[in-house]
């Protein structure tokens, strides 16, 4: 009994600790951008990173979110 109580209270704090560090995605290569909502459908920020790949954000980073990509010409 000692073991299995143990072992629940191991599981629940992993799970408490990945809750914690999990963030909104973002764009990860160039070209990839992501446009982020409220709950109500409301855009709140947008992500990017250019074809140059400078990254560029503002507003604010949700779970909710619609992602795309723009062509970018090969240098």
Sequence with gaps: MRNKTALSLGLL?????????ARPPG???????YVYFDQSGEVVGR??????????????ATNFY?????????R
């Design 13 to 21: 704090a992993a799970l408490v600790a990945t809750a914690a560090f």
């Design 27 to 33: 764009p990860a290569v160039a070209g990839e951008f």
């Design 47 to 60: 992500a990017s990173i250019d074809c140059l790949g400078e990254f560029h954000q503002t507003g604010k």
């Design 66 to 74: 619609s992602n795309g990509y723009a062509v970018c010409n090969p």
